[in-house]
């Protein structure tokens, strides 16, 4: 058995008192979800539609969900007012479709622009030059029910200290750009989002302010 109140101890106790945890659930029972709920956790998130759907409608109402998948623009209607925020918006395209989805259905949606700088070609996300020309052009100005509220990156998958970290650090570096630049005049763009299990200790080094963390939560993930 896994220990998750043990383990979310441990885990809380290395977390800065600014940084927030997101409890990683996707693969994991709705009983494990349950006993994290109980130990006080109210952020979870999922990485697949069909698993977020089938899970809420056994957990407590009061669970902020956040959205940290891939999400097909066939399945934007099925997520939009069901999450606190989809932290994994990936393309302009996509953030249009969330925007025109939330518009219809009344609601007003958090967002966070992914990006991916880390070596792995299969990772979603914008480039460094597609965020920063996405804000130079004023993109942000046509929504009308999204909120951008910061960005989301992972680093390269590896034991590289020093590549990990200076992941982190190019997706800090956009991050304090965008939220730093007075021709923007954004508010409430200030969640930082980087940090897995095995590396959100570098994550947090380099700024993360919301560190998404599953196995060293629930254990390893059965797929
Ligand atoms: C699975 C996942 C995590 C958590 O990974 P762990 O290594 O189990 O902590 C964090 N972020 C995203 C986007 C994920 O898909």
Known sequence: MVDIKGNLAKV????????????VTKFHPV?????????GLRRFGENRVQELLSKQPHLPSDIKWHF???????KVRQVVGRVEM????????????????SQRAGVVSKVLLQLHVAREET???????????????????????????????MASNTDDYERVSSDFREI???YNLIRNDERFGLCGFDILSMGMTNDY????REGSNHVRI??????????
């Open 12 to 23: 809380a106790a290395t977390l800065p008192r600014d940084v927030e945890l997101l409890a």
């Open 31 to 39: 009983e494990a979800l349950r006993e994290a709920y109980d130990c």
């Open 68 to 74: 940290i998948g891939h999400l097909q623009s066939n």
């Open 86 to 101: 989809i932290e994994s918006v990936d393309t302009v395209r996509l953030l249009n479709i969330i925007d025109r989805e």
């Open 123 to 153: 990772k979603f996300g914008f480039s460094v030059d597609e965020l920063m020309d996405f804000f130079e052009n004023r993109g942000f100005e046509s929504l009308s029910a999204v909120h951008i509220c910061g960005l989301m990156g």
């Open 172 to 174: 800090a570096r956009c």
């Open 201 to 204: 200790e570098i994550a947090i």
């Open 214 to 223: 599953g196995t060293a939560i629930f254990g390893e993930r059965e797929y």
